[in-house]
Nanobody, 123 residues
């Protein structure tokens, strides 16, 4: 059974940084693409970033380009999302999700989901 556990969320001031981690267990990490998604109160899920199984391909939604960086360490079965220059509009619950084959920013096609971690950007 594949399981994903997010960590690293918290409260940060505008302009600050956080690094989220998504630890996977129960599968060979290099077989699955990982996506990061977020959901703000009253809003739909939004695709933030994704990374291919090997880590060679990444994608970002426009609002985070240049501020967020996704990476993975398959030896540790962990995917990271480094978030810099955070803005209040980044406030949301962040989820990681896994799917076989290629990554995507479309949440509906992901098979496995973590429980989420809260990110709050506020002064």
């Amino acid at each position: 059974q594949l399981q994903l556990v997010e960590s690293g969320g918290g409260l940060v001031q505008p302009g600050g940084s956080l690094r989220l981690s998504c630890a996977a267990s129960g599968f060979h990490g290099d077989y699955y693409a990982i996506g990061w998604f977020r959901q703000a109160p009253g809003k739909e899920y939004e695709g933030v970033s994704c990374i291919s199984p090997s880590g060679s391909r990444t994608n970002y939604t426009d609002s985070v380009k240049g501020r967020f960086t996704i990476s993975r360490d398959n030896a540790k079965s962990t995917v990271y999302l480094q978030m810099n220059n955070l803005k209040p509009e980044d406030t949301a619950v962040y989820y990681c999700a896994a799917r076989a084959w290629g990554g995507s920013l479309v949440p509906d096609i992901y098979e496995y989901w973590g429980q989420g971690t809260q990110v709050t950007v506020s002064s």
